[in-house]
């Protein structure tokens, strides 16, 4: 019973590389979900998917693109990583009631 | 979405239950609490939700005051696996209004031998 899976776990990236976060879910929920972690800041929302073959902004989108491939995956794309995205980056997914997420275990970026 | 209020941190010995509180006066009629929690350095886990009525599943049990301006999440007897960050969010339901959930900063809640 896998739920939300996230890769890699871990990346460290120089400045102006680019790179993709993967999301995959098997719960067959139509909302996916991209936030990010920083001390201090709490999660704030970068991008979701309210349903298969749509995506909006979230609170945070600047420097980030997303694509949602199929119902499963939810990819997060970083074109030129920039130290400001140093960052936890956690994939999310809900169901018929949005407001219970089930949640990865994250992706642990540096960005020197 | 209505603000919330929480302390910043807890301690509870193991065993005991502990009660995290919650402020959110300006709830709208409409708006459900949510809990979640955050293991260090693992994802968000849902806990409860609820309107007005009491609820209880495995995890926790959820008390509402009559005048939803507060509420209180009881874990009945805290394990060490529960020291968390918990996070206390109030929301309408399946609101399109952003879709992003306002986690805030939380209750920091530790869990003592």
């Known amino acids: 019973n896998a739920g939300v899976t996230q890769t890699p776990k871990f990346q460290v990236l120089k400045t102006g590389q680019s790179m993709t976060l993967q999301c995959a879910q098997d719960?067959?929920?139509?909302?996916m979900y991209w936030y990010r972690q920083d001390p201090g800041m709490g999660l704030r929302l970068i991008y979701y998917?309210?349903?298969?073959?749509?995506?909006d902004k979230g609170e945070v989108p600047n420097g980030y693109n997303v694509s949602r491939l199929n119902k499963r995956e939810f990819s997060l794309r970083l074109e030129s990583a920039a130290p400001s995205q140093t960052s936890v980056y956690f994939c999310?997914?809900?169901?018929?009631?949005?407001?219970?997420?089930?949640f990865g275990s994250g992706t642990q970026l540096s960005v020197l | 979405d209505a603000k919330t209020t929480q302390p910043t941190s807890m301690d509870c010995a193991e065993g005991r239950a502990a009660n995290l509180p919650c402020n959110h006066s300006?709830?709208?009629?409409?708006?459900?609490v949510y809990w979640y929690r955050q293991i260090h350095s693992q994802g968000p886990q849902y806990i409860i939700h609820?309107?007005?009525n009491n609820e209880t599943n495995e995890m926790a049990s959820l008390i509402i005051t009559e005048d939803r301006k507060s509420s209180t999440l009881i874990l009945p007897h805290a394990t060490l696996r529960d020291t968390a960050v918990y996070y206390c969010?109030?929301?309408?339901?399946?609101?399109?209004?952003?879709?992003?959930?306002?986690f805030g900063k939380g209750t920091s809640l530790l869990v003592t031998p």
């Open positions: 969010i109030v929301r309408v339901p399946n609101s399109n209004s952003g879709y992003a959930l306002n």
């Open positions: 999310a997914s809900s169901g018929r009631r949005l407001e219970k997420l089930f």
């Open positions: 609820g309107l007005k």
């Open positions: 998917s309210a349903s298969e073959g749509t995506t």
């Open positions: 719960m067959n929920h139509n909302s």
């Open positions: 300006t709830i709208s009629g409409n708006e459900y």
